[in-house]
């Protein structure tokens, strides 16, 4: 099956949450570590990979990567980047976030397996989802804390993905622990 993985990325300076354990530059450079393993990991699956920025550097890491394109939109945020990437798919898609130390082409094959029409949601363990596929457009987003449970009501006929390497994302500085103990940093 042909499908497109939109992964939204606004910069390389993220993780804020991660300031009072990481420094500015260990920040920059694990998320731009965390935004490759989950490129490729989706890349080796099978997938055209399209990174919806607004960022210069990310936009430049993108296209030296291969990688499609898609202007952030305005107004910014998540929700509505999703939506400008999966607009551009012509197939399959999947919305797969970029702080996943754990992800491996495998998830992303599960995912495509249990697909076949119906929507797939994978939650993070913090009660987000960490990925989101479909074949039709007009998906009601609906990210930030809690999202899992708002994406399950509003398509309560989706299939629900559970992995290791989609449940483990990379927000909080026990998270970062977490990762570490575990061998993926």
Known sequence: ????????I???DGLTRLSE????EERFALMRRLA??????????GASVVIVTGDDEVRSWASESGFGLVDEPDPPG??????????????????????????APE??????TVLDGRSVLAPSHDGGTSL?????????FSYGVGSFHRHLAAVPDA????????????????DLDAIRRLGFL
């Not at 099956?1 to 939204?8: E, G, H, K, Q, S």
């Not at 998540?78 to 992800?103: E, F, S, T, Y």
């Not at 299939?159 to 026990?174: E, F, Y």
């Open 1 to 8: 099956m042909r499908f497109t993985a939109v992964v939204p």
């Open 10 to 12: 606004r910069s390389f």
């Open 21 to 24: 354990a990481l420094s500015t």
């Open 36 to 45: 490759e393993r989950t490129c490729t990991a989706i890349a080796e699956a």
């Open 78 to 103: 998540l929700d509505a980047a999703a939506a400008a990437g999966i607009a551009q798919a012509d197939d399959a898609w999947m919305v797969v976030h970029a702080d996943l130390p754990a992800i």
């Open 107 to 112: 998830d992303i094959e599960a995912a495509v």
């Open 132 to 140: 989101i596929a479909g074949s039709t457009p007009g998906f009601p």
């Open 159 to 174: 299939a629900v993905l559970i992995r290791p390497g989609l449940a483990l994302d990379l927000d909080r500085p026990s």
